[in-house]
DNA sequence: GTGGTCTAGACCACG
DNA sequence: GTGGTCTAGACCACA
């Protein structure tokens, strides 16, 4: 699997360190009970701070996408994620919110918004 | 119109405002042409600083949201909202992304998650 | 003589004024001698403030492009405008320095850069 | 590199910076990928205040002149200044027309003013 | 009274 | 130590 950052974009290394695992995992490259790169191979291979890396893991080991061992080191949640609860939902409701919101006013119909999330979901 | 803010949010004050703006526009209750508070006006309903209120609407501004008019101030774009080109489609595609991607591993399958966002729709 | 403002443009508005007289006595279309309306005219045609024209109004007879008169009005300087000095070509220098650093940025190359001005020249 | 600002100018602290930097690649002093001061050390080298960098830094990002890096911090855009396009050849139009309009007024020729952008084009 | 500019100082997120 | 955000207060240009 290889992770793609952008070190010049708004979003922070961990947060796309984090999209990018999840991602991983939505497409099946990573499986529950797999290992990941330890904190200080990952972050010498993709070239950024090993505090960096810690910090996407610490958020991937709160929403329990992963969970870090003391030995076995870290891994995808053998148990599979969480399933999607209502906090879940209404965080998603929250954040799809604005962006529905400018594609009314850029005149992105229904239809056309739908598709394109459709055609993402295809690509997983 | 009334603007809700959460103080306690990650997301910034200004990005707030200009998405609760966008929502006005989305919902018809702003309207082209129309005239928008000024940045004091505006700062001291809201309780915060007017750098801040100018901020976002400079946001907006680039955007084309709206227009700083030298005589009628700061007015809803009068020609409407630019319409979606590819560059904001992809945009919208690589917000989309991470929402789906997560979905996904929730198990939200893809009729549950077009469903919320048709009810998102619906609401505007 | 038609004069076309933009109320949206950050160059102020008495500054567009001034650059449209200035436009029209290059065009010919405003002749030496020849009466320009009263600043109270002048505004309420165009539909702005008497200061903004005022202010206009001053500048070009600062410059010597215009005359003041209490009884003729406003007139287009009679003995021609004041041909350019050391002190003018030095300031267009420096008007003209940081449009030719960015375009020089951009690839335009110094044959196309006079190109464009030879058009303008043209135009008048 | 030096910077030389007009405190005294009408012009923006913000926007001379701008207009210096560029001329600064323009004349290859700044080199794609070389990196800029950060906001916090260029202010207090010029002893001016952080946000008037900033704003600087921002605009020239805007333009692509620049880029944040969240490792390497401000740099000159490695991939060069995007070239001219038919929007920018417009904008630089209607800056040069005001500039050309009054030096006919003047009894600039055309030769002469060919000749001044011809001598500002040398000194890059 | 409006937006634009500039300063000063503070806290935080990031790496 | 970096840029990002927010506040506060000030002056000016503009209309």
Same mark, same amino acid.
């Given at each position: 699997m290889l992770i793609n950052l952008d070190? /010049?974009? $708004? /979003?922070p290394i961990y947060q796309q360190l984090v999209d990018r695992i999840i991602e991983g995992i939505a497409k099946k490259e990573l499986k529950p009970g797999e290992g990941l790169p330890s904190v200080r191979s990952l972050a010498s291979d993709i070239g950024i701070n090993l505090h960096t890396v810690n910090k996407a893991y610490q958020l991937l080991k709160q929403d329990e996408f992963i969970l870090i061992h003391r030995? $076995?080191? *870290? *891994?995808?949640n053998p148990d599979g994620i969480p399933k999607a609860d209502d906090m879940y939902i209404d965080q998603l409701r929250r954040n799809l919110k604005p962006l529905i919101a400018e594609s009314i006013c850029r005149e992105v119909t229904e239809d056309d918004f739908l598709k394109i999330c459709s055609e993402i979901y295809k690509t997983f």
């Open positions: 070190f /010049e974009s $708004k /979003e030995q $076995k080191g *870290v *891994v995808i």
